[in-house]
Nanobody, 116 residues
Framework: QVQLVESGGGLVQAGGSLRLSCAAS????????MSWYRQAPGKEREWVAT???????YNADSVKGRFTISRDNAKNTMYLQMNSLKPEDTAVYYC??????????WGQGTQVTVSS
């Protein structure tokens, strides 16, 4: 069973930066579609960014130019570098893995709080 463990969340002032990590128990980071999602209080979970098997990256409009998704295949870890953080970025951030063949995994989430 694959496990995804997020880390790196915390409290930061508006304009600050954080880097989230998602460590996978198996060697899936290079072979799965890896994504970040977030869920703010009272809102539905929303997609943030994706890195595909070939390394292409995609970002939601709300984070373009501020967030960067990446991965380290040797460490089986995916990252989300978040810069110029805004209070509206406050949410629980989740790691997501999808092999597009029916296997989907979620991490437990890490809290990001941005103060104004």
């Amino acid at each position: 069973q694959v496990q995804l463990v997020e880390s790196g969340g915390g409290l930061v002032q508006a304009g600050g930066s954080l880097r989230l990590s998602c460590a996978a128990s198996g060697s899936i980071v290079s072979s799965y579609l890896m994504s970040w999602y977030r869920q703010a209080p009272g809102k539905e979970r929303e997609w943030v960014a994706t890195i595909s098997v070939d390394g292409s990256t995609y970002n939601a409009d709300s984070v373009k130019g501020r967030f960067t998704i990446s991965r380290d295949n040797a460490k089986n870890t995916m990252y989300l570098q978040m810069n110029s953080l805004k209070p509206e970025d406050t949410a629980v951030y989740y790691c997501h893995a999808n092999n597009l063949k029916g296997r989907i995994f979620w991490g437990q989430g890490t809290q990001v709080t941005v103060s104004s």
